[in-house]
């Protein structure tokens, strides 16, 4: 299932990942939309005295930004996987919101709800 398959809202948050991976050449990049509908968006941060999945630091941006709900959320990573800490991060904010993973070309891998 590609990117286009998914509620056309959900598919912008996975354009808005494959962006912000592709503008940092990170391993990956995420996006999260608030209840209110509004989109933060983060890549991979690494640095020597921190490092944070692009979930993570998308829900940060989020979160910096008075957020405190999320609706959905999308990763785009070649890793095949949703790291832990960054669906934990999603899971503070809502229990149920879903996660979408895709690959770098931003067919859909997997739905985590």
């Not at 669906?87 to 067919?107: F, K, Q, S, T």
């Amino acid at each position: 299932m590609s990117a286009p398959d998914l509620q056309p809202e959900d598919a912008k948050l996975v354009t808005l990942a494959r962006s912000a991976r592709g503008r940092t050449g990170a391993p990956e990049g995420a996006a999260v939309r608030d209840t209110d509908g509004r989109t933060y968006l983060a890549a991979t941060v690494s640095l020597p005295s921190m490092r944070l999945s692009a979930l993570q630091a998308a829900v940060a941006a989020a979160v910096s930004s008075g957020v405190e709900g999320l609706e959905a959320a999308a990763v785009v990573s070649a890793a095949g996987e949703v790291e832990p800490a960054g669906l934990a991060a999603v899971r503070d904010l809502a229990a149920a919101a879903p996660v979408h993973l895709a690959g770098p070309d931003g067919v859909l891998v997997s739905t985590l709800s």
